[in-house]
């Protein structure tokens, strides 16, 4: 199994910045894309940032030329660096990874538990 631990959330101000943080651990054979969705209050769940094992990257357009995604192989760890923040960016940020964990013949999608994102003055 694969477990997935986010931090870095917290209350800021509009305009300013946060990084979030997602780390994986357990029996994992291999980690293909790694993601950051959000979810606000009576709104649905939405891709925020992606990033493939190679290196490729998806965002919303909401977030583009604000947010940064981007991943360290080496330690199985995920980062969303968020900048120019607004009050429309208030949500639940959950850590979202495709992998592939010893024991399994195919990949399965694992979630972490959330952390809260809040802007406001």
């Known amino acids: 199994q694969v477990q997935l631990v986010e931090s870095g959330g917290g209350l800021v101000q509009p305009g300013g910045s946060l990084r979030l943080s997602c780390a994986a651990s357990?029996?994992?054979?291999?980690?293909?894309?790694m993601n950051w969705y959000r979810q606000a209050p009576g709104k649905q769940r939405e891709l925020v940032a992606g990033?493939?094992?190679?290196?490729?990257?998806n965002y919303a357009d909401s977030v583009k030329g604000r947010f940064t995604i981007s991943r360290d192989n080496a330690k199985n760890t995920v980062y969303l660096e968020s900048n120019s923040l607004k009050p429309e960016d208030t949500a639940v940020y959950y850590c979202?990874?495709?992998?592939?964990?010893?024991?399994?013949?195919?990949?399965?999608?694992?979630w972490g538990q959330g952390t809260q994102v809040t802007v406001s003055s």
């Open positions: 979202h990874v495709v992998a592939l964990a010893r024991g399994w013949g195919i990949q399965r999608n694992y």
């Open positions: 357990g029996s994992i054979v291999s980690i293909n894309t």
């Open positions: 990033i493939t094992s190679g290196g490729s990257t």
